[in-house]
């Protein structure tokens, strides 16, 4: 199999990343906090190495490794009316407390489990600055969550009933967001992004944040990496009938 081979293999498998990654921002696109991944290509110089070629050397195929990265830009926010919704403006992340460890999240859509703990849709506590967030049985009325229209958030983060404070929300920012890796549930884990105060992020209150896909944008993306992935397809299955045509030629020749 030729060089050429490979070259198109390679550009075609980018292509199929391509088309999975649009297709996974796609299907989030109504997601809430969902933060859109991006793939890069780091263009490299083909080293030479030593070979039969002439001069004692021969290059090898150029090839471009392939990376990915998530895109944090604010998402689009959207009023519920729910008093326990809430969404960031601004950079930052919510803080969870999972059996890993910490989580951040921009999936506000928070509730309370039946010890009264504010938490994720998946049941991971949200953090206060001062721990969990429990909220009164009596005051509340856990079981229907009847009293909830009481509560008070304020753009720092401070949930209030009236003169009571219940707790301020934690909220923090990274130095370096190309550290954090995305899990499951909408929660990114820090793996060396450098956590830090996020302190000209805001608290909205009974509003959450979408995701930031441009459908648009990522229809024609798909559009253009299925074609794409056809081109390299219909080259690939030429240059493969090329290397027969060529081989049978060889071959009757002896």
């Known amino acids: 199999m030729g060089g050429g081979i490979y070259t198109l293999m390679h550009g075609g498998l980018i292509q199929q ?19 859109e991944d991006r793939l890069y290509q780091l263009f490299q110089v083909p080293d030479l190495v030593k070979g039969p070629a002439p001069g ?9 490794p392939v990376g990915s990265y998530t895109r944090f830009d604010q ?5 519920t009316g729910n008093p326990l919704d ?14 890993a460890g910490p989580r951040y999240t921009r ?3 928070f509730t309370l489990n039946d010890q009264g703990v504010l938490v994720t849709q998946g049941g991971y506590p949200v953090m206060g ?18 009293n909830l229209h009481n509560l008070f958030v304020d753009a720092e983060g401070n949930l209030m009933v009236g003169e009571d404070q219940l707790g301020k929300l934690r909220i923090v920012d990274f130095e370096n967001a190309a550290g954090l890796k995305k ?5 990114f884990q820090d793996a060396g992004a450098g956590e830090q105060p996020a302190p000209e992020t805001t608290v909205t209150q009974g509003m959450l944040e979408f995701s930031n896909v441009a459908v648009v944008e990522a229809m024609v993306e798909m559009i253009e990496a299925t074609r794409g992935y056809e081109s390299y397809q219909k080259a690939i299955q030429a240059q493969d ?3 027969s045509l060529a081989i049978n030629d060889v071959g009757g020749q002896g």
């Open 129 to 146: 600055e001062g721990g969990r967030i429990t909220f009164d049985d009596e005051a509340f009325n856990i079981e229907n969550n009847s």
């Open 17 to 35: 990343l391509r088309l999975d990654k649009v297709s996974h921002n796609l299907a989030n696109a109504n997601t809430i906090g969902f933060k």
């Open 107 to 109: 999936q506000g859509n």
């Open 56 to 64: 004692g050397f021969q290059r090898t195929v150029a090839v471009s």
């Open 241 to 243: 009938d090329a290397d």
């Open 75 to 79: 998402g689009a926010l959207k009023a």
């Open 183 to 187: 899990g499951p549930q909408g929660l």
């Open 86 to 99: 809430m969404a960031l403006e601004g950079p930052g992340f919510f803080v969870v407390q999972t059996p």
